[in-house]
């Protein structure tokens, strides 16, 4: 049986990120190297990185995030970006939506130990609850799908001139070039590539931004949209 990896102290960074939650910060990256690992969220080799490559990386995403607004997590797995955002963003309102039942429970356990009532845990997938929750002013993503897939799901899910940050990789330009067709088609009106972290991360974390106008998804999402409003409008009546 191969041993745990320990889980290395916190950086002097992670300190200045989390500032007063940088023992909930502590507390999750504990979580994340012991029940994460062991309920398969996260693999055990990415335990002695969790600080650089996990935590700080995603926690650096509230650079680019507006203040006081909604934010929809898709695809959160087991919380990133949105935990990590919502410990350094408590003016944010954040929902973190997974579909898998274990990473739900996990994120819900979360959650309630580290106090974080600004959070809402959702389980379902992007296409399955548009016109159930509200649209929001920020989609987030982190490893889980192409930029073509991942647009057709979160896209839809923002209001009216939102915008979706997707964390990515040195594939960051090759993926916003295939993906110009699909992104047009789903009301996006400005696309770039931010990097954000200096001072925190290295190399620095690199993120899609896709800005909508006002009709988030396109014509045929606007559509399901409004159908949907119609159905829990006649639901509620009854």
């Known amino acids: 049986m191969t041993e745990a990896a320990e889980l290395p102290p916190a950086p002097e960074q992670a300190r200045e990120v989390f500032g007063d939650r940088f023992a909930d910060a502590v507390r999750y990256a504990e979580l994340l190297a012991e029940a994460g690992v062991q309920r398969g969220l996260i693999g055990p080799r990415e335990v002695p990185r969790l600080w650089e490559r996990h935590l700080l990386n995603c926690a650096v995403l509230s650079e680019a995030v507006p203040e006081g607004v909604t934010v929809c997590d898709v695809g959160s797995g087991a919380g990133l970006p949105g935990i990590p955002l919502a410990l350094v963003r ?99 009106v400005e696309t770039s590539i931010l990097h954000v972290g200096e001072g925190v991360v290295d190399p620095l974390s690199t993120v899609v931004r896709v800005e909508v106008g006002e009709s988030p998804g396109g014509v045929r999402f606007a559509a399901k949209r409004a159908k949907a409003a119609r159905t829990g409008r006649a639901r509620r009546r009854r």
Do not use: C, Q
């Open 90 to 188: 408590d003016d944010l309102n954040i929902t973190l939506l997974e579909p898998l039942l274990r990473r739900t429970n996990f994120l819900t356990e979360v959650v309630e130990l580290l106090g974080l009532d600004h959070v809402t845990v959702v389980r379902g997938r992007a296409e399955e609850v548009l016109g159930k929750l509200p649209p929001v002013h920020v989609v987030t993503a982190r490893a889980v799908a192409p930029l073509d897939r991942l647009a057709a799901w979160g896209i839809p899910l923002l209001r009216p001139y939102g915008e979706m940050l997707a964390l990515k990789g040195d594939t960051a330009e090759e993926e916003l070039k295939a993906a110009a067709t699909a992104l047009s088609k789903l009301g996006a």
